[in-house]
């Protein structure tokens, strides 16, 4: 929106010429971002607390969360409206992918809320019921997909890309739709079963939201996307700035999410961010880098799974709960110390999704 106006502005001031460049336009996304987060968090959070909308806490997890009951909930709408303005003011608006990723991120974080809605203000325990939940990520999911690779214009557009390996590129077909669904649906429910701790998920997401932004930004780049031996997908730059705004919607949200929070997520931000991170890694063909970096979502998700396979299976728990988070809290480990520990292990993760860019 703002691009319009600052590309007209340029041809009478020359200082304007610089929200041409894609770097300073994802950094003013950011620290808009940022900003507007900082700016009417409190009134949000007051809203929330004002219609008591506040958490549940389950009476057979750890004893600390119980103090958390009443902690208003449902704050990634904000986080979701945030990047909504942020991307809408310094994107290109003319950018296919840019569109995808904002619907994307608002059909998810809309199936979140309705989750949200119903066990929160309609007191309905089970929120929206599971198959439901699922009917609408997997609509959302191969709309998606179905849209990227109906719209692909370069067979690499449609590969699967091998990290660490020089020219792996494995054409997909139709099989790109089914890969690209399971992983816009997986990565969302993995960042919402992730969304169990203060500032757990959020702090996570942004940092492999920035190293998506480096890779996009480098992918769209036909320079440094032959220098780097990586796709060069032709407009994927833009996602840069989507990410920037990601960032700092996020580091926002942080700053009232951090322990103790003053307010949480909810499906309706962890369903979103999930999808969100995951239409930018397909769009620049690093899936496989992103389960890497995204890591610590996928530890959590695999956790979840043993435990019911386990306890199905043979009735023994191989955690004493999960997802993962809550079995380390049991053990005893202060709730702070837990989430500083996996902020360090996705730290180290996204550093070696990083490496695959040169190790090839």
Known sequence: MLLWLTNYLAEFISGFSVFQYLTFRTMVAVVTALGISLLIGPRVIDKLSLYQIGQTVRED?????????????????????????????????????????????LAFGAVGWVDDYLKIVRKNSDGLIARWKYFWQSVFGLGAAIFLYLSA???????????????VAIPLGIGYVVITYFVIVGMSNAVNLTDGLDGLAIMPTVMVSAALGLISYLAGHAEFATYLQIPHIPLAGELAV?????????????????YPAQVFMGDVGALALGAAIAVVAVV???????FIMGGLFVLETVSVILQVGSYRLTGKRIFRMAPLHHHFELKGWPEPRVIARFWIITLLLVLVGLSTLKLR
């Open 153 to 167: 214009e370069t067979p690499i557009e449609t590969s699967l890309i091998v990290p660490f390996f020089k020219n």
């Open 242 to 258: 989507f990410c920037g705004a990601l960032i700092g919607a996020g580091l926002g949200f942080l700053w009232f999410n951090a």
């Open 61 to 105: 997890g750890p004893q600390s969360h119980l103090s958390k009951a009443g902690t208003p909930t449902m704050g990634g709408a904000l986080i979701i409206i945030v990047i909504l303005i942020s991307t809408l003011l310094w994107g290109d608006l003319s950018n296919r992918y840019v569109w995808t990723a904002l619907i994307v991120t």
């Open 284 to 290: 620049v063909r690093h899936e496989i880098v992103l």
